[in-house]
């Protein structure tokens, strides 16, 4: 490896070398988040490690008992955070059924604001 | 050697679920493979000083965290006009954050890919588009070209829904096949079309005359 980079992962361009490693398990994730499997070491490999979860599974996460109440340090924002747990997700395959039961949108807010 | 770890549930075999009976399934956290930080734009603020009206609402780097975070916002179809919502890498002690602005070194090479949806036409399905692109984002569906993936910000306006997923950089490899996978994660019955600004060319067209369009780098279009 020419250079090694130190702080920023995502800065230099080249093909990373990839080794793919499925997982099979949750038991094999480590739970130190400084380690992957396999025992790589962010802070060791050169380009890093992609860790890919699936739509499936990240879907299947989503009902995690983890989930159902805020991360602890999450801001309070009012009218955009709330403490109470909306459903989880809906395990659709795909996007092409829509949701019924909706309020009507307000359809003309107090102003338009472009970026 | 980098690795890529792919984590999937249909991989998991029949025999699995014994193994993971004997650990406290319920607290076991899976990592992401770099944090993010999600914000909320207040449009009042916005319109005072836009450059402080981004306001951090969670730093994290589990799937557990992200779901958590997702639970308890506010739906976009339901936030208040002029909002916008924000994932952009960083946050934790694993990388510089990179702050929802053209004005981040990390992406003011690089532009975004915009979406627009009409609030009529799309109604509260823009809830589920919104949530298809954040865990494109999470999930690193994006392979080797993931990491010129910055961030993705969501945009409560009057008429409309609008996406950006923004880019390190401007490269057409790179940011077609950012572009190709968005795309793939987009209702598949709607028409669609999607265009990459430069953030220079949006900042150009941010100081001209009134009326002046940006110009799309790349356009892909869905059905």
């Given amino acids: 490896m020419g250079s090694v980079q130190t702080d920023r992962r995502f800065n230099e361009i080249r093909e990373i070398p990839v080794r793919r490693i499925m997982i099979t398990d949750p038991s094999q994730i480590p739970r130190d988040l400084a380690s992957t499997p396999n025992g790589t070491m962010y802070c060791t490999t050169p380009g890093g490690t992609r860790i890919v979860y699936d739509r499936s599974l990240l879907l299947k996460l989503s009902c995690s008992p983890m989930t159902k109440t805020p991360p602890s340090n999450m801001k309070f924002i009012p009218g955009v955070t709330n403490g109470i747990a909306a459903s989880p997700p809906r395990e659709s395959p795909a996007l092409s059924k829509s949701k019924s039961p909706s309020k009507p949108e307000a359809e003309d807010p107090q102003f338009e604001m472009d970026i | ?223």
Avoid at chain 2, 27 to 42: G, K, V
């Fill in chain 2, 1 to 223: 050697m980098a690795s890529e770890v792919v984590v999937g549930e249909k991989e998991m075999g029949p025999g699995a679920a014994d193994v993971t009976t004997e650990l406290d399934e319920s607290q076991i956290t899976h990592p992401l493979a770099t944090s993010w930080t999600f914000y909320y734009l207040d449009p009042d603020e916005a319109r005072k000083d836009w450059s402080r009206a981004n306001r951090d609402v969670l730093s994290f780097d589990t799937v557990e965290d992200f779901w958590a975070l997702y639970h308890h916002i506010t739906p976009l179809s339901q936030l208040r006009k002029g909002s916008d919502y924000s994932l952009f890498r960083g946050g934790k002690a694993d990388m510089d954050r990179i702050k929802p602005a053209w004005e981040d070194k990390q992406n003011r090479l690089g532009g975004a890919w915009k979406i627009a949806f009409e609030v009529r036409q799309v109604g509260p399905r823009v809830d589920d588009i919104f949530r298809e692109l954040l865990m494109i984002c999470v999930g690193e569906h994006f392979g080797e070209t993931g990491e010129y993936v910055n961030g993705v910000v969501a945009s409560a306006r009057a008429k409309q829904f609008r996406f950006g997923i923004w880019t390190k950089d401007e490269d057409e490899s790179h940011c077609v096949a950012i572009g190709e996978r968005i795309k793939e994660a987009l209702p598949a019955n709607m028409k669609i079309q999607m265009e990459f600004v430069s953030h220079q060319e949006q900042e150009r067209v941010s100081q001209a005359a009134r009326g002046v369009e940006a110009r799309p780098k790349f356009t892909l279009f869905k059905n």
